[in-house]
């Protein structure tokens, strides 16, 4: 029996502002969409263009709470980057990097909903 990695979830409450943030930060784009039948909710997935992982952004119509609890936020997304101090200087640009840590040689970035994505180099 073998697993692979299909997708991870985020709940956003603005579809389109996250999908300006995934494209613009990240380069992500949708590769797929399911729109319910009721408009009770959209789901969109994003790819990178390479890997088979996705990531399915959900928008609940009537989601009342306004904001998402995302507790300590100790989970995250993390991306590669072939290009770390060229993604560092993009992120600065668009104010979203959240945490530094030089000494691992890593950052995050928050989106619009406070998901904190990891951004690494490529390790060879």
Do not use: Q
Request: some cysteine; charged content about 30%.
């Amino acid at each position: 029996m073998k697993f692979e990695f299909a997708h991870n979830n985020f709940n956003v409450t603005n579809l389109d502002a996250s999908l300006a943030f995934y494209k613009e930060a990240l380069g992500l784009t949708e590769v797929r969409r399911k729109d319910a039948s009721d408009g009770s909710f959209t789901i969109v997935f994003l790819g990178d263009g390479t890997s088979k992982h996705k990531l399915e952004l959900t928008w609940l119509k009537n989601w009342e709470k306004g904001v998402y609890n995302l507790g300590d936020n100790e989970f995250h997304l993390a991306l590669e980057t072939d290009d770390l101090e060229g993604a560092r200087k993009k992120h600065r640009e668009m104010n979203c990097i959240c945490y530094e840590n030089h000494a691992m040689g890593i950052y995050f970035i928050v989106d619009p909903d406070g998901y904190w994505i990891e951004i690494i180099p490529i390790r060879k």
